[in-house]
Nanobody, 125 residues
Framework: DVQLQASGGGLVQPGGSLRLSCAASGFAIDDYGIGWFRQAPGKEREGVSYINVIRKFYGDSVKGRFTISRDNAKNTVYLQMNSLKPEDTAVYYC????????????????????WGQGTQVTVSS
């Protein structure tokens, strides 16, 4: 049974940091791409970052501030978020891709087959 469990969200002041975790079970993260998405109220789901064995991608709005990584031994993908801004406020989701995605495809939610439940990130003073 494929499952993804996102955690690590919370309330943080502007300029602060959070680290999100996506714990996977039922498959090996090394065999698939894993993406992080976010969705703010009234907005479409947005691709934040993606990782597979050979590639990492970032959305333009988070480049230089967010870092994606993985721990194969723990079967977990992380999203380190630094220099957080109020516009980063959203529910963050991790998802398993249908395969190893190219740079032109990783942002599209239909290319992901399994989703975690989401974790709320709120950036506010």
């Amino acid at each position: 049974d494929v499952q993804l469990q996102a955690s690590g969200g919370g309330l943080v002041q502007p300029g602060g940091s959070l680290r999100l975790s996506c714990a996977a079970s039922g498959f090996a993260i090394d065999d698939y791409g894993i993406g992080w998405f976010r969705q703010a109220p009234g907005k479409e789901r947005e691709g934040v970052s993606y990782i597979n064995v050979i590639r990492k991608f970032y959305g333009d709005s988070v480049k230089g501030r967010f870092t994606i990584s993985r721990d194969n031994a723990k079967n977990t993908v992380y999203l380190q978020m630094n220099s957080l801004k109020p516009e980063d406020t959203a529910v963050y989701y991790c998802a398993r891709a249908s395969g190893r995605l190219l740079s032109s495809l990783w942002r599209a939610p239909p290319n992901y087959t399994n989703w975690g439940q989401g974790t709320q990130v709120t950036v506010s003073s």
